[in-house]
C-alpha cells in the first residue's frame, strides 16, 4: 500500500442537509427569532383582520372590470330568471383611462415623465472659491510689479465679482452636462430594472382597484452574460429592479392615513428558483432558506385567505391547482419601527442601537415559523420602498377610488335597465296567448304554435261562451328603457371624468368639427390632469428621487453630484413639449435666415438648438450635430483656412500689382518710329529695306 497520500474527506449532500437543519433549528428555537417571529404573527393578525371590507371591495372592482355579477348578485338573477347580460361599460373607461394616462405620461419611446434639474445657483465648490482667490492674487501682484497703482477697495471688490460670476457662469454650465450624463445614466438603470413593465401593470391598477403601488429599487442578485476576454461568460452582478406589486398582496397598519406612517406588511408567494436566488444576497440566512428548500411544499408554509379562491376564479385560474399548489410558499416581509431596547433583546448590538429608548425600522421576513431576514432599514430615513396612489385619492385614507368604483352605480344602473330592455323585447316580441284549458281535449300540446295548426274544442260543460283561445300584444317599453339606457352611460362620463370621445366613439355638438373636438378633449384633460398630478407626486417624484439618493449613496461615479432637482412633468407633459417644439423651431427658423441673428448666436448657438431639434428623431444625435468641441475644432480649422486664404489673397495681390507695374512702362501710344508691324523707324531693319542717299 502506498504511503504519504492524504486522503480528504467528502461530506455528503445529506450530511452538509442535516449540518445546515441543525443550525438552523439552533438559531430559530432562540428567543430572540421566537420574539421575532411572534411580532410578525401579531402584525399579520391585525392588519389581515382590518383589511377585510377593503379585499371585498377590490374583487368586486376586479369582477365588475371583467364583465362578471357578483356571486349574491348573480344568484338573484337567475332565481329571478330572464337575462343577465352585462353590458362592461366600465371596461371601455378603465381603457380609456389606462390609454389616456400612457400617452400623457410616457408619451412616446424617448419620452419620460421626469428630469433632473441642476438648482438656480449651484452650490460652488470649497477648491473653485480657493482657486479664484488665489488667481486673483496673482494678478494683483502681475498688476504691482508692471508698476500700476494700487488697486483701490472698490476695484478690488469689482474684479472678484466679475471672477465670481465668470466662475458660477461656468460651474452652471458643467452642472448641467454632469446632469445630462446623470439622467441618462438612470434612465439606463430604470430600463435595465424593469421601470417600464412596472409602470404599465400600475397604471393598470390605478384605474382598476381603490389603490395601485410600485415597489423599488430593489437590490437583486442577477446573472447575465456580459462579452469579456473575447467570450461571453455569465457574470452575477447586483442591479437595482422595479416591480409592480399586487394590490391584494399589500397590508398597512389599520390606523395609517398614509402608506409610511405605520408598519407593512408585503405577501410573497415564492417559487423555489426565487428562495435560491435570495441565497448570497447580504441580510437573508442560508442556512433558514435552505430549511425552507427541503420542508418546500408542506402546508405550513401557506398563509390561508378567503381571498384566494375568489381571486383565482375571477382572474380565470384554476382554483384548485392556483390555491393548494406545492410549487409556491408564502412569505411575509414586515417593515416596522421597533422599539431599540426590544431589538437589543432581539440580538443587535448597542452599537446598532444607541438609544434604547428610541424606535427604529427594521425590516424581518418570515416564512411559516422561520425567520430568513432579520436586518435595519438600510434606507436612512426609514422610507419604504413602496409607492401608492389612487385615481381619486381620499384625504386621511391610504386608500381611495378608482375608475371602477366611481363608476359602479352607473354601471349597475345601466346593467338593470339592459336585462329589463331584453326581458321586455323577448316578451314583446309576440303576441301572448291565453288558453282555455278546460275547452281543449285531453292531451292536447298547448306549447306548440305553429302556422295553418288545427285545434280541437270540446264543449264547455258549464255553457261557458269565452273563446277558448285569446292572443294579445304586450306592450314593448324599449323606448324608456334606452332613454334610461343612455342616461346613466352619460352619467359614468361625468362620474369617471372620461368622455366617450376619448375612446374614438363620435360626440355630437362641438364634437363634429376638429377644433370642437380638440376643445372638448382640452376640457376633459383638465379632469385626468388631477388624477396625473396624483401619480406624479406620490409615486414618480419619490421613486426617482429615491433612485438618485441610491446612486449618490452607493455610486463611484465622479459625475454624481447632490445639488440637483427632481422634477415630475407628466401633468403638463404633452402640452409643454408641443408648445417648445413650436417655439423653438420659430426661433431656429429666426437664426437660420437672419443674418445678424446668426451673428449673435454663432455657430455654437445654432448647433445648440438643431441639437435640441434633432433630439425628436429617431436617430442618433451626436453623428447628425456635432457637439461643442468638434464644433470648435471646426471654428479652428475655419479660421486657419480664412487666414490662409488671406494670406494667397494678398500675395496674389501684390503679384498682379508687380505685373501691372512693369507693363507699365511699355504702355500707352506707340512711339512716333514704330511701325505698325512693330519695327522702328531708323533701326537696324529699316535701314535696310530704305534707298541708300546719294554719294553714299
Known amino acids: 500500500m502506498a504511503t504519504g497520500i492524504a486522503l480528504i474527506p467528502v461530506a455528503r449532500a445529506s450530511d452538509l442537509e442535516a449540518q445546515s437543519k441543525a443550525r438552523s433549528d439552533e438559531m430559530q428555537n432562540t428567543a430572540v427569532i421566537q420574539g421575532l417571529a411572534a411580532h410578525v404573527r401579531k402584525r399579520w393578525d391585525s392588519t389581515r383582520i382590518a383589511k377585510r371590507d377593503l379585499e371585498e371591495r377590490m374583487l368586486q372592482c376586479l369582477r365588475q372590470r371583467n364583465g362578471e355579477y357578483d356571486p349574491e348578485k348573480a344568484q338573484g338573477i337567475k332565481e329571478q330568471g330572464g337575462s343577465d347580460i352585462f353590458i362592461n361599460l366600465t371596461s371601455v373607461k378603465c381603457r380609456a383611462a389606462t390609454s389616456w394616462l400612457r400617452d400623457t405620461l410616457l408619451g412616446s419611446g424617448s419620452d419620460k415623465p421626469w428630469t433632473i434639474e441642476s438648482t438656480p445657483n449651484p452650490t460652488m465648490p470649497p477648491e473653485i472659491l480657493q482657486g479664484l482667490q488665489a488667481t486673483l492674487a496673482q494678478q494683483l501682484m ?28 461656468q460651474l452652471k454650465a458643467e452642472a448641467e452636462d454632469r446632469v445630462d450624463r446623470m439622467s441618462r445614466k438612470m434612465e439606463d438603470q430604470l430600463q435595465e430594472g424593469g421601470w417600464h413593465k412596472a409602470f404599465n401593470e400600475f397604471l393598470d391598477d390605478v384605474v382598476t382597484f381603490p389603490y395601485a403601488v410600485i415597489k423599488g429599487p430593489i437590490k437583486r442578485k442577477r446573472k447575465t452574460l456580459k462579452w469579456q476576454d473575447n467570450k461571453l461568460v455569465p457574470v452575477e452582478e447586483i442591479r437595482n429592479e422595479w416591480e409592480r406589486i399586487d394590490p391584494f398582496y399589500l397590508y398597512w397598519a389599520p390606523w395609517a ?63 384548485t391547482e392556483a390555491i393548494i399548489s406545492g410549487d409556491l410558499v408564502d412569505a411575509l416581509q414586515l417593515w416596522d419601527s421597533v422599539k431599540g431596547s426590544l431589538l437589543i433583546e432581539w440580538g443587535l448590538s448597542e452599537k446598532e442601537i444607541p438609544d434604547p429608548d428610541l424606535t427604529y425600522p427594521c425590516e424581518v421576513w418570515l416564512i411559516g415559523n422561520v425567520v430568513i431576514r432579520a436586518v435595519l432599514n438600510y434606507d436612512p430615513l ?10 381619486e385619492n381620499l384625504p386621511g385614507s391610504v386608500d381611495g377610488k378608482g375608475v371602477t368604483d ?21 316578451i314583446s316580441s309576440g303576441p301572448q296567448v291565453g288558453v282555455n284549458i278546460s275547452r281543449l281535449p285531453q292531451g292536447e300540446d298547448i306549447t306548440d304554435l305553429h302556422p295553418w295548426k288545427i285545434w280541437q274544442f270540446t264543449q264547455s260543460e258549464v255553457n261557458d261562451s269565452s273563446a277558448p283561445i285569446s292572443f294579445f300584444q ?159 475644432t471646426i471654428q479652428q480649422q475655419q479660421q486657419q483656412i480664412t487666414q490662409l486664404q488671406q494670406q494667397i489673397e494678398q500675395i496674389l495681390g501684390e503679384v498682379q500689382a508687380a505685373q501691372q507695374g512693369g507693363q507699365g512702362m511699355t504702355s500707352g501710344p506707340a512711339p512716333k518710329n514704330m511701325l505698325p508691324d512693330g519695327s522702328q523707324v531708323g533701326g537696324r531693319e529699316s535701314n535696310m529695306m530704305s534707298p541708300r542717299p546719294n554719294g553714299m
Request: charged share 25%.
Open 142 to 169: 502681475t498688476h504691482l510689479q508692471q508698476g500700476g497703482m494700487e488697486p483701490s477697495p472698490e476695484e478690488l471688490r469689482e474684479m472678484a465679482m466679475e471672477m465670481k460670476d465668470q466662475a458660477e457662469r
Open 382 to 391: 426609514g422610507r419604504k420602498p413602496y409607492y401608492l396612489t389612487s385615481y
Open 257 to 319: 392615513w398614509e402608506l409610511n406612517d405605520g408598519y407593512i406588511i408585503e405577501r410573497h408567494r415564492l417559487t423555489a428558483e426565487e428562495l435560491q436566488a435570495l441565497m448570497g444576497v447580504p441580510g437573508y440566512n442560508d442556512d433558514a432558506i435552505r430549511t425552507i428548500l427541503n420542508d418546500f411544499g408542506t402546508m405550513g408554509m401557506k398563509q390561508w385567505l378567503w381571498t384566494d379562491s375568489s381571486k383565482a376564479q375571477a382572474e380565470g385560474k384554476y382554483v
Open 474 to 632: 304586450p306592450q314593448s317599453n324599449a323606448s324608456e328603457l334606452m332613454s334610461v339606457f343612455e342616461k346613466f352611460s352619460a352619467r359614468a362620463d361625468e362620474d369617471t371624468m372620461i368622455p366617450r370621445y376619448m375612446s374614438g366613439e363620435s360626440s355630437p355638438g362641438a364634437g363634429r368639427t376638429s377644433s370642437g373636438l380638440s376643445m372638448l378633449i382640452s376640457n376633459a384633460g383638465k379632469g385626468i390632469k388631477q388624477v396625473i398630478s396624483n401619480i406624479d407626486h406620490n409615486v414618480i417624484m419619490p421613486a426617482i428621487e429615491r433612485l438618485y439618493q441610491d446612486n449618490l449613496r452607493y455610486s463611484d461615479d465622479p459625475d454624481l453630484i447632490g445639488d440637483v432637482n427632481i422634477v415630475a412633468k407628466g401633468a403638463s407633459s404633452l402640452v409643454i413639449k408641443e408648445a417648445e417644439a413650436v417655439r423653438r423651431n420659430e426661433f431656429l427658423q429666426i437664426v437660420l435666415n437672419s443674418p445678424v441673428a446668426q451673428q449673435i448666436v454663432g455657430m455654437d448657438g445654432a448647433a445648440e438648438l438643431l441639437r435640441g431639434q434633432a433630439k425628436n428623431l429617431s436617430g442618433n444625435v451626436d453623428r447628425i450635430v456635432p457637439d461643442r468641441q468638434q464644433i470648435s
Open 406 to 426: 366611481l363608476c359602479r352605480d352607473a354601471q349597475s344602473m345601466v346593467n338593470a335597465s339592459a336585462r329589463s330592455l331584453a326581458n321586455n323585447m323577448g
